[in-house]
Nanobody, 111 residues
Framework: AQLVESGGGLVQPGGSLRLSCAAS????????MSWYRQAPGKERELVAV????????HYANSVKGRFTISRDNAKNTVYLQMNSLKPEDTAKYYC?????WGQGTQVTVSS
C-alpha cells in the first residue's frame, strides 16, 4: 500500500493551500482517512478525520472552521483544504490510512 501527499509549500499568513493524498494498494473506499501534522519539537497532532464514505468528519479545535477534509473515492484521494492559515499551522502534514502513513508534505506559513 502507498499514500502519497502533495500540495504543501510556503504561504503567507491568511493564505490557503490544498493538500492531496493519493492512495493505492488497498480498498480505499472501505476506510476512514486522517490527516496528522507534526511541527519541530512538538507532538504529532490529529488534524482531521473523514469516514469511509465521507459522511462524517472530525476536526481538531485548532483548525475547526478553517480546514476542510474531503475525499473522492473514485480517485482514491483524500484532500485537506486549509484556509486562513496561521504561522502555528507550520508543520509536516501526513496522510494516514489503515495502518499506513505517507511520507508527509511540508507546510510553512510565514511572511
Amino acid at each position: 500500500a502507498q499514500l502519497v501527499e502533495s500540495g504543501g509549500g510556503l504561504v503567507q499568513p491568511g493564505g490557503s493551500l490544498r493538500l492531496s493524498c493519493a492512495a493505492s494498494g488497498f480498498n480505499f473506499s472501505n476506510y476512514a482517512m486522517s490527516w496528522y501534522r507534526q511541527a519541530p519539537g512538538k507532538e504529532r497532532e490529529l488534524v482531521a478525520v473523514i469516514s469511509s464514505r465521507g459522511v462524517s468528519t472530525h476536526y481538531a479545535n485548532s483548525v475547526k472552521g478553517r480546514f476542510t477534509i474531503s475525499r473522492d473515492n473514485a480517485k482514491n484521494t483524500v484532500y485537506l483544504q486549509m484556509n486562513s492559515l496561521k504561522p502555528e499551522d507550520t508543520a509536516k502534514y501526513y496522510c494516514i490510512g489503515p495502518g499506513y502513513w505517507g511520507q508527509g508534505t511540508q507546510v510553512t506559513v510565514s511572511s
